[in-house]
């Protein structure tokens, strides 16, 4: 029997896309006027940034908006103020959780799990109090369904890092051989040692 189910929350429980499609066109049109930059250049530069990050860094930090458009300036090699990054910054949030959705299914799929612990487990956005995480999750109408919310920032370190997991495992005082994990990046559990008595699978 299953004891608890743990999902991840971007692009598993929420259907990114239209926000990303949103953000890449307001960021690219800001940077586009006020610096000159070719939409299609800044946003590849964007996108290597960002994936220089996820997955790579087990920093919460590192997962901030304002260091990834900090760095996509200076590999362009364009001066950015500090008032012009967080005003892309404040652009980029904005605009995607205008237009977040959850999965269609989604709401169905959790109501169906009536006989074991739901666990969200997801990294942080880079804000240090979760704010924007406990955002999205509002947004999306899915906290009820939860038995508890795990991130990046309650462990100091970013998937796949284990700690998340064991977070809730000796909370609710689970068998690790009775959880599975739903999420978008199977590459990532599979940075998870096995042999740990903690790993979910």
Not at 26 to 36: D, R
Not at 46 to 68: N, T
Not at 177 to 184: A, E, L, N, P, Y
């Amino acid at each position: 029997m299953i004891e608890a189910v743990f999902l991840d929350l971007d692009d598993t429980l929420e259907d990114w896309n239209p926000a990303r499609e949103a953000i890449r066109k307001k960021i690219s049109g800001y940077v586009n006027k006020k610096f000159g930059v070719g939409k299609e250049r800044f946003l590849k530069t964007f996108h290597d940034v960002e994936y220089s990050f996820i997955g790579k860094s087990l920093k919460p930090l590192d997962y901030g908006r304002k260091k990834w458009f900090a760095e996509a300036f200076r590999r362009l090699g364009i001066k950015a103020g500090k008032e012009d990054i967080e005003r892309l910054e404040k652009l980029y949030w904005e605009t995607g959780l205008a237009k977040i959705r959850a999965n269609p299914g989604a709401a169905e799929f959790l109501k169906g799990l009536k006989k074991c612990r739901k666990i969200i487990v997801t990294d942080s956005d880079g804000d240090a109090d979760n704010r924007l995480k406990n955002r999205k999750i509002m947004l999306l109408g899915i906290r009820k369904y939860f038995d508890m919310v795990v991130t990046s920032n309650d462990t100091g370190r970013n998937k796949p890092d284990k700690k998340l997991w064991k977070k809730a495992i000796v909370k609710f005082g689970l068998d690790p051989k009775k959880c599975v994990m739903i999420g978008d990046k199977p590459e990532m559990l599979s940075l998870i040692h096995i042999s740990e008595p903690t790993r979910p699978y």
